[in-house]
């Protein structure tokens, strides 16, 4: 057991000074030491890419929007709405959806859409 608190203790330590990244003085020896380096910024990975919207993406779905109208959910949420359950819409978004974050994020799409028209 202490050589696991201590592993634990030594990785965190480790974390720390990584984070918490100083300047290289260009000295051999020293707090600072090591060769001057100018820093670059780091490259976007492919995950992270993955969540952008890209621009072509982006048009075709607004123009099948435009085209198509609302769908089935939409027309069922812009009902709740107009009566005034926001919570029950957002429930039932939610339900539809299976995730929290998106299923505000529709319910905020529409209640846009609502204001429009």
């Keep these: 057991t ?13 974390r720390q000074t990584t984070a918490a990244k100083s300047v290289k003085s260009g000295i051999i020896a020293g707090l600072n030491k090591g060769h001057k380096t100018t820093p670059r910024a780091a490259k976007l990975s492919r995950k992270a890419r ?19 109208g609302l769908t089935p959910l939409e027309k069922r949420v812009t009902e709740m709405l107009r009566v005034g359950k926001e919570k029950r819409a957002l429930k039932f978004i939610n339900k539809r959806l299976g995730n929290i974050t998106a299923a505000k994020k529709k319910r905020a799409k529409v209640e846009e859409i609502g204001r429009a028209s």
């Design 50 to 68: 993955l969540g952008i919207a890209k621009p072509k993406l982006r048009a075709v779905k607004a123009v099948i929007g435009e085209l198509c």
């Design 2 to 14: 202490v050589s696991v608190l201590y592993c634990v203790r030594m990785t965190t330590n480790k």
